[in-house]
């Protein structure tokens, strides 16, 4: 199974609003609604963000957003703040049951 | 307090083999299914394998590159999941983290802080 693919890097000014895509298949993005989303702060565990393409866990921001279109979901963080400096990683579960990352993408904001 | 802490990593010569440890606290852990997510030094995020609740059949899955070589599995009565390590490679090096998947289908509210295996000689 090969990692979603993900832009390596993403930047954006503060209050200014971003997406970071990820590209599969028809055997996991494309295949079910089950992609999530993690933020991952230098030295930190992964935090989920997002979950069943478009839903968001309690006590994080609407700022963060998911959809799908086809083999690519994206995730979309509106009014940038600093705090959202990160690495983010998309997952999706697979015709094999299993589960798949993306590369991960570097959020830069200015 | 719900948590997960992850122990047991340490160094390793290629070959050789490690268990390592998750002690799963403040839920109903013998009703979680539980994976293990690795991440190599400066890399991203890999999927090692899930284990499912017992009343779920408690059965694995692995990733490709482990399958074979890794084994998952739990004792609900200590509620502590386990990682068995065998025929370890350099590229196994990573820091490891446990994960309770709460929807079935890797939904990963919950992370231990991690523990790092380094497998050098």
């Known amino acids: 199974q090969s990692a979603l693919t993900q832009p390596a890097s993403v930047s954006g000014s503060p209050g200014q609003s971003i997406a970071i895509s990820c590209t599969g298949t028809?055997?996991?993005?494309?295949?079910?609604?089950?992609v999530s989303w993690y933020q991952q702060h230098p030295g930190k565990a992964p935090k989920l963000m997002i979950y069943?393409?478009?839903s968001r866990p309690s006590g994080i921001s609407d700022r963060f957003s998911g959809s799908k279109s086809g083999n690519t979901a994206s995730l979309t963080i509106s009014g940038l703040q600093a705090e959202d400096e990160a690495d983010y990683y998309c997952?999706?579960?697979?015709?094999?049951?299993?589960?798949?990352f993306g590369g991960g993408t570097k959020l830069t904001v200015l | 307090e719900v948590q997960l802490v992850e122990s047991g990593g340490g160094f390793v010569k290629p070959g050789g083999s490690l268990r390592l440890s998750c002690a799963a606290s403040g839920f109903n852990f013998k009703d979680a299914w539980m994976c293990w997510v690795r991440q190599a030094p400066g890399k991203g995020l890999e999927w090692v394998g899930r284990i499912k609740s017992k009343p779920s059949g408690g059965t694995t899955d692995y990733a490709a590159p482990v399958k074979g070589r890794f084994t998952i599995s739990r004792d609900d009565s200590k509620n502590t999941l386990y990682l068995q390590m065998n025929s370890l490679k350099a590229e196994d090096t990573a820091l490891y983290y446990c994960?309770?998947?709460?929807?079935?289908?890797?939904?990963?509210?919950?992370w231990g802080q991690g523990t790092q295996v380094t497998a050098t000689s």
């Open positions: 997952a999706s579960y697979t015709s094999s049951s299993t589960l798949v």
């Open positions: 994960t309770w998947d709460s929807s079935g289908f890797y939904r990963f509210n919950l």
């Open positions: 069943d393409v478009t």
């Open positions: 028809n055997s996991d993005v494309g295949g079910y609604k089950y």
